[in-house]
């Protein structure tokens, strides 16, 4: 009952502040209703599918679009596609706060999240709170993440501020980075340069890079600068990217070195058509020979890429769905099928080559537990690096051996 009449006096009082600044025109009631069905079904996207922000923001767009009386602009359709995966993100604090199970089950539930997210008094509220002496359950219930992940984190970052640092980012929209396949190409001014012929743009500008017609037709790649700076570890003549997938490295590697021969191998068949296509693509900025495998039969390989099969976990920020579909209890399962997977690539590579081991997890469980777990007496360590999940990029471990014997 009092949540009801909450979810009346929420529903039917002008949305707070920030949006209502930018819409033109009051909302009557039918606009109100497709207001809320269009929340729910957002929100039922970006719970119940596997949809990525940017595959959720076309169809926000879409929606908005029809909707022109309430939404009139690009700012007021980039504003309101931009808080409704926010909030989508954080709906564990709102939900905790009001009582709801979840996922929110209504077109009046979702509004409600919302209208919550918008209202930015709440969340001022819990941050004061959050900064006494935090348990884990106010750590999950603030940042939205099941109490298991929290749980894990805290093992890799005992301190609350580090812990909290990580969860807020995880929370953010993550930068968009491009990365050049044609080395003449000049990005368009709203990017700036942060490496050799990597340039970042503001998250806001995402799905205008994926609009321009530049990248349609590969000139560039959007690439995140850690996953860009993982491949300065492969190097050498003949190369095998043992889970190549769709080849968001291969492809970086292949635009990069000089008449290298590449060969690239995944388990998954599918991933590997849509890898050659992406090379008949952008084959005028390859400069090496790429070859697609059907099986790996060599074992005299400079270099071995395995870019693990893992929970993703330090680009969760991405995925907006991606934490409450992964299932801690699976940590130990991964982690044997990496170091399967490592074994097989180290046994690939020539004396005198090196491997390079990389994962895009936050989890010690799927780094340096899967390291730990191989004998390394015939190899020297070279270098071994956590990329930080921060504002300028994703978050990756990497570990480079050279075999000795
Ligand atoms: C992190 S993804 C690779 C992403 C890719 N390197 C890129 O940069 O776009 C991991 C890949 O490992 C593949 N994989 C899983 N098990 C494998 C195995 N036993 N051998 C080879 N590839 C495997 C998956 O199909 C998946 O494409």
Not at 24 to 52: E, G, K, P, Q, V
Not at 278 to 286: A, E, L, N, P, V
Request: neutral net charge.
């Amino acid at each position: 009952m009092i949540l009801g009449i909450v979810l009346l006096v929420l529903l039917f009082t002008p949305l707070s502040t920030p949006l209502s600044a930018h819409l033109h025109t009051s909302l009557h009631t039918s606009l109100r209703t497709s207001l809320r069905t269009l929340l729910h079904t957002t929100f039922d996207t970006l719970i119940r599918t596997n949809a990525t922000t940017t595959s959720v923001l076309p169809l926000l767009s879409k929606t908005l679009r029809s909707n022109p009386s309430i939404f009139q602009s690009n700012t007021d359709r980039k504003y309101f596609a931009d808080n409704l995966i926010t909030a989508s993100n954080l709906r564990i604090r709102y939900s905790h706060h009001l009582g709801l199970t979840l996922p929110p089950d209504s077109d009046s539930e979702s509004a409600l999240i919302l209208n919550l997210h918008l209202n930015d008094e709440l969340n001022e509220e819990m941050k004061i709170s959050l900064s006494l002496n935090p348990s884990l359950k106010d750590l999950s219930n603030y940042y939205s993440f099941p109490i298991s992940i929290i749980k894990i984190l805290h093992k890799i970052y005992p301190q609350h501020e580090e812990l909290k640092a990580i969860l807020e980012t995880t929370n953010s929209p993550g930068p968009i980075s491009i990365r050049l396949n044609d080395p003449t190409y000049i990005p368009p001014s709203y990017t700036s340069k942060i490496a050799d012929k990597v340039y970042v743009l503001p998250p806001s500008l995402r799905s205008q890079i994926m609009k321009n017609t530049d990248y349609i037709s590969g000139r560039f790649e959007v690439q995140d600068v850690h996953s860009s700076k993982v491949l300065e570890y492969v190097q050498g003549n003949k190369i095998l990217d043992l889970c190549a997938g769709r080849g968001g490295k291969t492809l970086g590697i292949a635009c990069t070195l000089n008449n290298n021969t590449i060969d690239c191998y995944d388990i998954d068949k599918d991933r590997l058509k849509g890898l050659s296509s992406r090379i008949s693509k952008i084959s005028q900025y390859i400069k090496s020979e790429v070859n697609v495998l059907s099986e790996v039969t060599d074992n005299d390989y400079d270099c071995v890429l395995v870019d693990g099969p893992c929970s993703s976990s330090g680009v969760w920020r991405r995925w907006p769905n991606a934490r409450w579909e992964f299932n801690v209890s699976k940590l130990p399962e991964l982690e044997q099928n990496l170091t399967d997977i490592l074994v097989e690539g180290m046994s690939r590579v020539k004396k005198g080559g090196r491997i390079v081991y990389c994962t895009c997890s936050l989890f010690k469980e799927e780094n340096e537990d899967v390291v730990r777990n191989i004998d390394w007496k015939d190899w020297s360590k070279v270098n071994e690096r956590r990329f930080p999940l921060n504002d300028e990029g994703d978050g990756f471990y990497v570990y480079v051996a050279k075999k000795i014997k």
